[in-house]
């Protein structure tokens, strides 16, 4: 058979990252072709740092550049103040010996002469400065200003902070300034306090100055000085200097003196908002052009090393590498987490060194002097180590649907099947923090990253991965007079966030709003967070859990901590977690015996269903929301109540419900109703689930109870409370997960017959969907949160199905219902109806 045709990648820049990918991508067996705006490669006057956490990746995958004999490994670090009084020394060196590999202070141009000479005949195109580019089939094809083009499998954007390929992805940006200019140089330079392989750091106010060894007899310097209002001319920026700094240390000034004014560089200090998404399709980013950041760290040609080191693994890998664009995907998660980490801590470390105010220099020189050494170490132990990021590769869902699942999936299709969870937020919470909270959810849950396909039967829906594709977020803006403003978000709710559907075939199955009034900052604040989810792959509990991570994300973000983004296992469908009982013959056994019972109780005691005020046909049905709730006070009682009657919440409210259907529907003598209750089964699964990952994990179980006009609540209570008990122990929740698979529609052809069954004559037209006590915390960082609470669309599931909640010392009881199925007034009279029955029972 002939052999695979090898990729070919396209590098867009010949700077430090440009040609490290080249290196990386040609060992790992791709063919790269480099372009370069610059009209020769020639980089003076400047020098770098390639830390421990770069040598190591290197060398990993191969490649040694020489730096040992290039440039000088780090010795000894040192921060003093600007008389050169020593601050504190930095166990740098220790750091580096527990990584395993040392740090290299080099010439910028030293590096880039290892690089071309490593890169041998691999094409470096000069003079071509990139316009944009097109997906061409399976490829790419980039256009260059002096009209030629070029084509390859996939594109890297190695060019810089002033990235043409990331202007092109998104757009125009604005850089984020750092309040002062660098300036540096690079001059021979001897001076007793530049010990061999010293780098030594002077704070000032307001202002800083470096001097680190390269070896070779040769200093590399920089300064920072605050943005002038009116800048130098050229010929006259080393008097500005010496100006600046001519009451600093000795060796400051001299080597100041010793640095021609034709070599000192001025170059601009800013970074950009951290970008989540670096790339779409056969295109990504690398180095500065997908996360560029200021120099504090050093860490700018290091990380841009192990981007491309990680690159061309991820290329090379089996998993990957016959989906060039799910190997791209997959890169920009696996180094997602680190450089947003480093972007930040660049920015944080820059505020604190060049902090120009009395109280901050004294903080930040009081803190350098008394933090422990342990904990400097670990610090610097963790910047400088190199995440083995092929260990923390991202689970991926690609699998036809379940029976389970393809059920929802089928009502869905005919009628929106949606859950929403909703939070209440208290305080100044900046708006851009939900995309960043968004996108980490979206990175730690794979089924926050599927769309479905379908070969258009829909006998074999399958989950695939996305393509890049952010969860959709909405903001809504309520003036603060707004009359209505504390009941927004109900009108959401139902005008949106029930009434429309996800679009499966491109996904996510989950989007998000954020409603916001009040005034413009502080405790007038109000935001009510929702998140809306296909049934598909969420419940209620599901919901409520990424409602709580998205607010504890948006806190930790807010006090500066870059949160994780590990992902979480991919588990498989939900019916293949079933203990053994439950699957195979056994399964079907099981299945069988419960029908039969079901069968029996139905002839005994015939349930009456909710009737509705008229029928509506499937596909044009849609689910709006009555809110209701019981105070803290009110709960208080009804659990107290619940408790002296040997009965539970649920069964009270559940028995509630049936006591408003039957009244209304003016239900004058003895009857039998049937309601639905789902159970959680995550701890029931092999293995178990846990509350916090997201998936489908209820079951709906029948109580057939006798309701009989005027007899008190506590009765019927008791007798739901005890069937699902009885229920619960013969583990009929567990077989009614197998119904979809034995007697559900098995295609969108022969789904009418199974809902129309359903709607018609199966056991459930009126459910209750409790979760009981939700720990939702009170307190967020510094926000206050309440009204914690989920909520249901129904499709083709029912006619009224209500949803109850506790917590934050609120019971909040929303009651969906099919829109015309059951008028807004009748649905409207049967929720008031359920509370009334509740609070009359405590009453008496």
């Not at 990235?163 to 992805?169: C, Q, W």
């Not at 399958?462 to 977020?473: K, S, T, Y």
């Not at 998936?695 to 057939?704: C, E, I, K, L």
């Not at 506590?714 to 034995?742: C, F, G, K, N, Y």
Request: proline content about 6%; charged content about 25%.
């Amino acid at each position: 058979m002939p052999s695979r045709r090898p990729l070919k990648a396209l590098v867009i820049g010949a700077g430090i990252g440009g040609l490290t990918c080249a290196v990386a991508l040609r060992r790992a067996g791709i063919d790269v072709e480099v372009y370069e705006r610059a009209t020769e490669l020639r980089e003076v006057g400047s020098g770098l740092s390639v830390m421990s956490n770069a040598v190591t990746a290197l060398i990993g995958f191969g490649i040694d550049l020489g730096l040992d004999k290039r440039g000088q490994a780090v010795e000894s670090f040192r921060i003093m103040d600007r008389r050169g009084r020593r601050i504190r020394d930095l166990p740098f060196k220790d750091a580096c010996d527990q990584v395993g590999a040392p740090s290299f202070c080099l010439s910028r141009a030293d590096l880039q002469e290892a690089l071309l000479a490593e890169v041998g005949d691999c094409p470096v195109h000069l003079g071509a400065t990139a316009v944009g580019f097109e997906a061409v089939g399976a490829g790419v094809t980039v256009r260059f200003t002096d009209g030629r083009s070029a084509s390859g499998d996939i594109l890297i954007g190695a060019d810089g902070f002033n990235s043409a390929v990331r202007r092109h992805l998104v757009g125009p940006e604005q850089a984020r300034d750092s309040g002062y200019l660098i300036r540096l140089g690079i001059v021979p330079f001897r001076h007793p306090c530049l010990t061999t392989g010293a780098v030594r750091h002077y704070w000032g106010r307001g202002q800083r100055f470096g001097l680190i060894d390269i070896g070779h007899g040769r200093c590399y310097w920089w300064s920072t000085t605050s943005t002038p209002d009116d800048p130098p001319l050229p010929g006259h920026v080393k008097h500005a200097l010496s100006r600046a700094y001519e009451d600093w240390a000795d060796e400051v000034r001299a080597v100041i003196e010793a640095t021609p004014q034709t070599d000192i560089l001025t170059v601009p200090s800013h970074d950009r908002t951290f970008l989540e998404r670096w790339g779409d399709g056969p295109v990504t980013l690398l180095g500065d052009a997908a996360h560029p950041m200021l120099t504090t760290l050093a860490q700018g040609a290091g990380l841009a090393m192990e981007d491309a080191v990680v690159l061309a693994r991820t290329l090379a890998e089996p998993a990957t590498g016959d989906d060039p664009v799910r190997a791209l995907r997959a890169y920009e998660e696996r180094r997602r987490d680190r450089t947003r980490a480093m972007v930040a801590e660049s920015r944080k470390m820059s505020d604190l060194a060049q902090g120009a105010g009395p109280s901050r220099r004294l903080l930040r020189n009081a803190y350098f002097r008394l933090v422990p050494r342990h904990i400097l170490t670990r610090q610097t132990t963790q910047a400088l180590a190199y995440p083995d990021s092929s260990a923390t590769e991202p689970s991926s869902v690609q699998r036809e649907l379940s029976p389970l699942e393809r059920l929802y999936w089928i009502a869905d299709r005919t009628s929106p099947l949606n859950v929403i969870a909703r939070a209440r937020v208290h305080g100044h919470l900046p708006p851009s923090l939900h995309r960043r909270c968004l996108d980490t959810l979206q990175l730690r849950h794979p089924l926050l990253r599927v769309a479905i396909t379908d070969d258009g039967t829909g006998a074999h829906p399958a989950f695939v991965p996305l393509d890049g594709r952010q969860i959709p977020l909405r903001h809504v803006h309520v003036p603060p007079d707004d009359p209505a403003a504390d009941t927004r978000w109900e009108r959401e709710v139902n005008d949106r966030e029930l009434v429309e559907g996800m679009d499966w075939r491109t996904g996510p199955l989950l989007r998000a709003a954020v409603i916001s009034s009040g005034g413009t900052g502080g405790e007038g604040n109000i935001h009510d967070l929702l998140l809306t989810a296909s049934h598909v792959i969420a419940d209620g509990k599901t919901c409520l859990s990424l409602v709580r991570e998205w607010i504890e994300l948006a806190a930790q973000l807010d006090c500066g901590t870059q949160p994780q983004t590990t992902p979480r296992r991919a588990l498989p469908a939900t019916d293949d977690l079933l203990p053994s009982r439950h699957q195979g013959a056994a399964g079907v056994a099981g299945f069988k015996a419960m029908m039969r019972r079901e069968q029996q109780a139905a002839r005994l005691r015939p349930s009456q269903r909710v009737v509705p005020s008229r029928q509506v046909p499937f596909g044009q049905r849609r689910t709006r929301m009555v809110h209701r709730f019981l105070t803290a006070e009110q709960l208080d009682l009804l659990v107290r109540a619940a408790q002296r009657h040997g009965t539970t919440v649920h069964g009270v409210l559940a028995a509630a419900m049936v006591t408003a259907v039957a009244r209304d529907a003016a239900t004058s003598a003895t009857a039998h109703f049937s309601i639905g209750s789902p159970v959680d089964f995550r701890g029931d699964l092999e293995p178990a689930v846990s509350p916090d990952e997201v998936g489908t994990y209820v079951a709906t179980v029948p109580s057939r109870v006798r309701y009989e006009p005027g007899r008190p609540l506590w009765s019927m209570a008791r007798a739901i409370s005890q069937d699902l008990v009885r229920r619960r122990r013969r583990q009929e929740h567990l077989a009614t997960i197998s119904l979809p698979r034995w007697t559900g529609p098995k295609s969108l052809a022969d789904s009418e017959a199974f809902m129309r069954f359903m709607d018609e004559e199966g056991p459930i037209n009126l459910c209750l969907s409790n979760v009981g006590r939700y720990e939702f915390p009170d307190q967020v960082g510094s926000w206050r949160v309440d009204e914690a609470q989920f909520l249901t669309g129904i499709s083709v599931m029912g006619a009224i199905v209500a949803t109850t909640t506790t917590s934050h010392a609120q019971l909040a009881w929303n009651f969906s219902y099919v829109e015309e199925l059951i008028p807004a007034l009748r649905a409207r009279r049967i929720a008031d109806d359920s509370v009334l029955t509740v609070l009359s029972a405590l009453a008496e």
